[in-house]
T-cell receptor, first 113, second 111 residues
């Protein structure tokens, strides 16, 4: 069955370190998204991609970057982790046509100390 | 800028009762999605509403969309404990592939 996975599921890191969160989908979806979820803010879009070599900034992109070298993967990098980036991160994907329903990964809980 | 507002944000209800969650959005859109999230879990798609007047039902949940009023409702009929979760609505914006989420409604069904 097609799925979307994230790794690691939990991560503790120190302020200033570079961190990369992985997202892998086997739906063959063109569109991929990264969100963060914080209490009181719902889900906020960080970055998104509509295909290989395409990346775009979302609402809260400062301090984050993504790259898309193939259809299946969209890794999220925190260049220099800050305590304000402690959050739960969700990756999602959707087809390039049709109803654009997004399917979510299981999430990564990141703690920056 | 698209804004999506849900109310209430918190809802406690007795088993067997009915209630409605509201989702208002600020700009024209003809696609709206409802998701469910259990504590510590990911988001699960519940309904996709694609046109004005669309109505979808699954078990005790029914969702509807009024694009003219920019309003969607999620109606709960005869609530049961298993429905306790956080419910999010999300609206398509921009290029029709991005979603803007409401803040979520945390539903607790009490025995």
């Amino acid at each position: 069955d097609a799925e979307i996975t994230q790794s690691p599921r939990h991560k503790i890191t120190e302020t200033g370190r570079q961190v990369t969160l992985a997202c892998h989908q086997t739906w063959n979806h063109n569109n991929m998204f990264w969100y963060r979820q914080d209490l009181g803010h719902g889900l906020r879009l960080i970055h998104y991609s509509y295909g290989v070599q395409d990346t775009n900034k979302g609402e809260v992109s400062d301090g984050y970057s993504v790259s898309r070298s193939n259809t299946e993967d969209l890794p999220l990098t925190l260049e220099s982790a800050a305590s304000s980036q402690t959050s739960v991160y969700f990756c999602a994907s959707s087809a390039g046509t049709g109803i654009y329903e997004q399917y979510f990964g299981p999430g990564t809980r990141l703690t920056v100390t | 800028e698209l804004k999506v507002e849900q109310n209430p944000l918190f809802l406690s209800m007795q088993e067997g009762k009915n209630y409605t969650i509201y989702c208002n959005y600020s700009t024209t859109s003809d696609r709206l999605y409802w998701y469910r999230q259990d504590p510590g879990k990911s988001l699960e798609s519940l309904f996709v509403l694609l046109s004005n007047g669309a109505v979808k039902q699954e078990g005790r949940l029914m969702a509807s969309l009024d694009t003219k009023a920019r309003l969607s409702t999620l109606h709960i009929t005869a609530a049961v404990h298993d429905l306790s979760a956080t419910y999010f609505c999300a609206v398509v914006s921009g290029s029709a592939r991005q979603l803007t989420f409401g803040s979520g409604t945390q539903l607790t069904v009490l025995p």
